[in-house]
Structures are given as C-alpha cells and as structure tokens.
C-alpha cells in the first residue's frame, strides 16, 4: 500500500486535499500532519512515498522539511505549495531538493493525479474528472 503525507497547518485546506487525494487512490493511505515535527515524526514510523508540504508551517518551512525529508529518506518524493508563484520560492524549492512545485492559486488536480500515477508505479485510481483550474500548475524541478 501506498502512503502519501500532508503536511499543512490550514485545516480546510488539508481537510479537502486529503478527500480528493481519498477519492482518486482509494488503496492509498493519506496521513495528515500539522507541523514538520509531527510530519518527522510520521515519516520515521511509517513508509511513506509521497509528501505534500505547504511552504509555509509554523515550526519550520516547508522547504527545511523537504531538505530533512530528503537527506533522511531520498527515494520519498516530495512537493511544494505555495499561495504564491515567485521565482524565488521555484528557486529555494530546488536548492532544497523539492521534486515539484505547486502553486495553490493554480492548482491542477489532473496533474498532481498524474505525479503520484507517476511516482507510484501500479497505484490504483478512480477517474474523477476533475478540470484542470488554471494551465498547468506543476512544476518539476531539478533535472
């Protein structure tokens, strides 16, 4: 089985992504977690293979968790996301070794399903429909 975190001190927000994340990958195990310490904490005592991280958390920033996540745990794929599209955040996201980014205000929900299709080989999906909101919204990083 699959897990994927979220990581996001907005309860809404985690609240809503969480059910379209339950939705699409039934078979998958969608954990939520409200600090970087809690999401460190989940990570060590549970396979994980994908992490959702706000930018943004109020004991550390999204990108310090993915450069711990990452020197711990390389093989786990980690995203980024942020109200705000600028170059400074895309460019701090990679330093930190972020495999995408995700702009909320844009958030493409056919292709944050692709990602995880393409991160979890033979994952098991329902077709949602789900319209793409603004152009594409994920962007890799690093090569």
Not at 104 to 116: D, Q, R, Y
């Amino acid at each position: 089985m699959y897990s994927i975190l979220v990581v996001d001190e907005d309860s809404i927000f985690r609240e809503v992504f969480v059910e379209f994340l339950s939705e699409l990958f039934p078979w998958t195990a969608v954990v939520v977690a409200e600090t970087g310490a809690k999401a460190v904490e989940r990570i060590n005592s549970n396979p994980t293979n994908l992490v959702f991280t706000n930018i943004r958390l109020c004991d550390c920033s999204g990108l310090q968790l993915t450069s711990k996540i990452k020197n711990m745990h390389p093989e786990i794929g980690c995203v980024i996301l942020s109200l705000f599209d600028f170059s400074e955040y895309i460019d701090a996201a990679t330093v930190n070794h972020a495999d995408y980014f995700v702009c909320h205000a844009a958030v493409n929900m056919n292709g944050i399903a692709e990602f995880i299709k393409s991160r979890c080989p033979g994952i098991d999906s329902t077709e949602l429909g789900v319209e793409e909101v603004r152009g594409s919204s994920l962007k890799k990083l690093g090569t």
